[in-house]
């Protein structure tokens, strides 16, 4: 059984930074892709980043490129996400989620929400003005 678990979520200032870490478990981590999406209120869930099986490749949203850093360490089963200058637009729930699905990384097909097929339980980042 595959479990999902972020953590690191909080209030912030805006500008100022957090970082989210998301272990995934149930088989070889370096065998997921990963990546993290988010939901504001009101707001469909968008895609924020992901990350190739050996680290190696990483993709983001416009809105939080140049800002979030997605990185994995496959040793410690765990992706992170880290959040500098952040933005009051960037609160929201904040989700990791992992795929076993084969694709092209860097593909519309990792940015899709669908291609996951296991999600943790969300934490929130609320970014105070």
């Known amino acids: 059984q595959v479990q999902v678990v972020e953590s690191g979520g909080g209030l912030v200032q805006a500008g100022g930074s957090l970082r989210l870490s998301c272990s995934a478990s149930g088989r070889t981590f370096s065998s997921y892709v990963m990546g993290w999406f988010r939901q504001a209120p009101g707001k469909e869930r968008e895609f924020v980043s992901h990350?190739?099986?050996?680290?190696?490749?990483?993709y983001y949203a416009d809105s939080v490129k140049g800002r979030f850093t997605i990185s994995r360490d496959n040793a410690k089963n765990t992706v992170y996400l880290q959040m500098n200058s952040l933005k009051p637009e960037d609160t929201a729930v904040y989700y990791c989620a992992a795929s076993t699905r084969t694709g092209i990384i860097g593909s519309r097909f990792y940015y899709s929400a669908e291609t996951y097929g296991y999600w943790g339980q969300g934490t929130q980042v609320t970014v105070s003005t």
């Open positions: 990350i190739s099986w050996s680290g190696g490749s990483t």
